[in-house]
């Protein structure tokens, strides 16, 4: 049974920082590609940030420079730390994962192309 279970999230001001990790579990971390998507009320869930097997990233524009994925495959986890919050990035962040034998790790993510999913960890930006 894979399991993604993201943890991290939380309230904070403008200009600060936040560590999201996601671990999983029931799966060959290894060969998975990871993403983080993230979901504001009332608008559609955003692809934000890639990792491939390669560790190679990709980042959308509205995050790009202040964001970091990374993955640590000896733990399973999946991490991002987001820096220079903006109450514009106050949303529900959600990991995501699917297996590189099924699909390519190309930019950008895409939510339909993703298999395994967590469950969410809210994050509010205040100004």
């Known amino acids: 049974q894979v399991q993604l279970v993201e943890s991290g999230g939380g309230s904070v001001q403008a200009g600060g920082s936040l560590r999201l990790s996601c671990a999983a579990s029931g799966v060959t971390y290894s060969r998975y590609c990871m993403a983080w998507f993230r979901q504001a009320p009332g608008k559609e869930r955003e692809g934000i940030a890639l990792i491939d097997t390669d560790v190679s990233t990709t980042y959308s524009e509205s995050v790009k420079g202040r964001f970091t994925i990374s993955r640590d495959n000896a733990k399973a986890t999946l991490y991002l730390q987001m820096n220079s919050l903006k109450p514009e990035d106050t949303a529900t962040y959600y990991c995501?994962?699917?297996?590189?034998?099924?699909?390519?790790?190309?930019?950008?993510?895409?939510?339909?192309?993703?298999?395994?999913w967590g469950q969410g960890t809210p994050v509010t930006v205040s100004s």
């Open positions: 995501a994962a699917v297996d590189t034998r099924i699909t390519n790790c190309a930019p950008p993510p895409r939510a339909q192309v993703f298999r395994y």
